[in-house]
Nanobody, 116 residues
Framework: QVQLVESGGGLVQPGGSLTLSCAAS????????MHWYRQAPGKEREWVAR????????SYADSVKGRFTISRDNAKNTVYLQMNSLKPEDTAMYYCFAYNSGRLYWGQGTQVTVSS
């Protein structure tokens, strides 16, 4: 059974930091590129960041570039999203997403709220 389980969300003040984790099981994690998406209330889901299957290639949405860092540990079947200098507009449900050759999987999401 394929599972992607996100954790690490919560309430943080503007300028603060959080690290999200996504633990994968039920598929060969090291074969999959991994992504983070987010969805704010009333808005469409938007892509945030991606990392290649080996971890040597990453890319970011302009809105988070320089503040967020995606990484992965294939030995732990886990992908991370380090989020620094958080802004209220980063408030959203954050989802991890796995993709390889037409096969794709979504997690259930973890809520991030940036507010004073």
């Amino acid at each position: 059974q394929v599972q992607l389980v996100e954790s690490g969300g919560g309430l943080v003040q503007p300028g603060g930091s959080l690290t999200l984790s996504c633990a994968a099981s039920g598929f060969t994690f090291s074969d999959y590129g991994m992504h983070w998406y987010r969805q704010a209330p009333g808005k469409e889901r938007e892509w945030v960041a991606r990392i290649s299957s080996t971890g040597d290639d990453t890319s970011y949405a302009d809105s988070v570039k320089g503040r967020f860092t995606i990484s992965r540990d294939n030995a732990k079947n886990t992908v991370y999203l380090q989020m620094n200098s958080l802004k209220p507009e980063d408030t959203a449900m954050y989802y991890c997403f796995a993709y390889n050759s037409g096969r794709l999987y979504w997690g259930q999401g973890t809520q991030v709220t940036v507010s004073s």
